[in-house]
């Protein structure tokens, strides 16, 4: 598992191509009233877990190449995305990252401030669905 140099807490994330335990990093940079700044490393070929966003958010990709997944249905939808790309989650969609390259991915973006919170802690709410049909 990766730990943050600037004191994120890491959280699990599950490539389940190659069956290994990777790591996904997020740091709140700017803590507000209503949104926070955050910062996401998602370490090299790892994949998030299914996640649900209770609120909006957008996020721009700094570094790498990163596969965004929308499951809307049975089919999820997919884009892949490199940096400079900007994004947004609406809120209730589930959604997961996968990085596609062999170096770690970065992203930033705004976040509700306590989504923010939950987020950097570990306990983002997972989505009832899975990647297996």
């Given at each position: 598992m990766l730990s943050s140099p600037n004191g994120g807490r890491p959280i699990r994330a599950i490539n389940p191509l190659q069956n290994e335990q990777r790591a996904l990093t997020c740091r709140i940079r700017i803590k507000g009233q209503w949104l926070s700044v955050v910062d996401v490393t998602l370490a090299p070929k790892a994949?998030?877990?299914?996640?649900?966003?209770?609120?909006?958010?957008?996020?721009?990709?700094?570094?790498?190449?990163i596969r965004l997944s929308r499951f809307k249905g049975r089919n999820p939808e997919t884009r892949d995305l490199a940096a400079g790309a900007v994004f947004s989650i609406a809120a209730g969609e589930t959604y997961a990252y996968t990085n596609l390259e062999t170096a770690p991915a970065a992203?930033?973006?705004?976040?509700?401030?306590?989504?923010?919170?939950?987020?950097?802690?570990?306990?983002?709410?997972?989505?009832?669905?899975?990647?297996?049909a």
């Open positions: 994949q998030t877990d299914i996640l649900e966003s209770e609120r909006p958010r957008v996020l721009r990709v700094l570094e790498g190449r992203l930033s973006g705004t976040l509700d401030a306590s989504e923010a919170e939950r987020e950097m802690k570990g306990t983002m709410k997972k989505a009832s669905t899975s990647l297996a």
